[in-house]
């Protein structure tokens, strides 16, 4: 996944995707020449006073300092611009790909008594909990490379977002005043995000947990204390017990654009039907949304998807986090497909061009669906050979081609 995105609690940090927008406005070239340089020591210095203030020594202080220079990547990646949107179908199935369901059924597994454990206390699904883990940080495997305090004072030393980031900023030295981590394990994404779960440091010190019962509130190594933060972070923000994030169903002819709200008895009764699991009863209210039109999904959706949104007020996120959650309790795909995306492809027929294309002697890695450089090279490759435009772009008549080998 590209660099971590921010968090956003309420009334305590901008969302995620507003930060974000606002880092690709910067226009600082990079921070390297000896002017910068000097430029980025006189923020540093200039900072202490708020620091000191916010009751940070100046021993914690100079440490978390010691040695740091501005980081000229950590603006690179600021102004780095994505490369292509992806449908929403697209980037439900990415985020729970097989590989992601299968590695988060291992990580339930091996954690299960944590999972039970913040299930019980918080009362949000450990699966939940587990597949915002794997949409984070892919369980922990990729938790960022960016020593937190030089990447945000980095980002606040350029300007434009300097507000935002020297708030957070003094937050994470905060943490390290509270010795909750040292400056040696605070790494995370370019922008801040810290840790398993991704917290921004405004949003460590409102909903971060001590779940072990050791003194520190350690996001980054412990992942009791990890899970049990995103599960606080969840309840504070009006997760139900109980109530599930909402389910897939099947409602022909009504409309799916969640304007009318109704309980699950009140669906059942206008003839909606759940699928899969059991039946649509209960008082849980819940809208209606169909994303992709009639032919896509059905989806009933109560105010715990809403809650999913806090943490990235997005709904493709959201989707992501219920879906893949479903999938490592066992559930399996929606059973209505997404409609194909660019090139007419579908994600199950992207992923059957990178297996055959993995047969045929090309390394592609992992089949995850993502048709990145090496697929398009290996693509452009065998449209040479089948005498085709080499575009590198994948489409149907190009799959159909693969086929016949």
């Known amino acids: 996944m590209v660099a971590r995105p921010l968090l956003a609690p309420p009334r305590i940090t901008l969302s995620r995707r507003a930060a974000l927008a ?31 203030s916010a009751g940070v020594s100046r021993a914690t202080f100079d440490r978390a300092f010691s040695g740091v220079q501005p980081n000229p990547r950590v603006i690179e990646l600021s102004q780095r611009q994505p490369e292509f949107r992806r449908t929403l179908g697209d980037y439900v199935d990415v985020r729970a790909s097989n590989k992601r369901v299968t590695n988060g059924r291992a990580a339930i597994r091996e954690h299960a008594a944590t999972f039970q454990a913040v299930q019980s206390r918080y009362g949000v699904p450990g699966e939940i909990v587990c597949s915002i883990w794997g949409n984070e940080t892919s369980y922990g495997t990729s938790r960022g490379e960016h020593y937190v305090i030089q990447a945000m004072a980095t980002l606040a030393a350029a300007g434009r977002r300097a507000d935002f980031f020297r708030r957070e900023l003094i937050a ?65 923000n009006g997760w139900q017990p109980g109530v599930p994030w909402g389910m897939e169903v099947h409602a022909p002819g009504l409309p799916g654009n969640r304007g009318q709200r109704k309980s699950f008895d009140g669906w059942a009764a206008s003839g909606v039907r759940r699928i899969g699991e059991g039946s649509l009863v209960g008082g849980a209210e819940a809208t209606l949304w169909k994303p992709a039109g009639e032919g896509g999904p059905h989806l009933l959706l109560t105010s715990n998807f809403n809650v999913i ?12 986090v219920a879906h893949l959650g479903d999938r490592i309790r066992g559930a399996g795909r ?21 297996t055959r294309l993995n ?29 085709m435009p080499q575009t590198g772009e994948a489409d149907r008549a190009f799959l159909e081609r693969l086929r016949r080998g």
């Not at 994404?189 to 520190?216: C, E, I, K, L, N």
């Not at 949104?309 to 992501?320: G, I, M, P, V």
């Not at 929606?334 to 992207?350: I, M, N, Q, V, Y």
């Open 22 to 52: 606002g880092l690709a406005t910067l226009a600082t070239p990079g921070l390297v020449g000896p002017a910068e340089a000097q430029s980025f020591e006189s923020f540093v210095a200039g900072l202490w006073p708020a620091a000191s």
């Open 172 to 236: 994470a030295l905060r943490i390290l005043q509270s010795g909750d981590t040292t400056p040696q394990n605070m790494i995370g994404s370019w922008a801040g995000a810290m840790g398993h779960v991704q917290f921004m440091p405004t949003s460590f010190h409102a909903f971060a947990v001590d779940f072990t019962g050791d003194g520190r509130r350690d996001i980054w190594t412990s992942i009791p204390d990890a899970m049990g933060s995103a599960a606080n972070y969840l309840r504070r």
């Open 309 to 320: 949104k806090r943490y990235n007020n997005a709904d493709s996120y959201a989707l992501a």
């Open 334 to 354: 929606f059973s209505k497909p997404w409609p194909p995306g660019e090139g007419g492809l579908t994600h199950a027929d992207r992923e059957e061009i990178q």
């Open 359 to 387: 047969r045929l002697g090309f390394d592609l890695g992992d089949v995850d669906g993502i048709l990145g450089d090496k697929s398009k090279q290996a693509v452009r490759t065998m449209q040479g050979r089948f005498g």
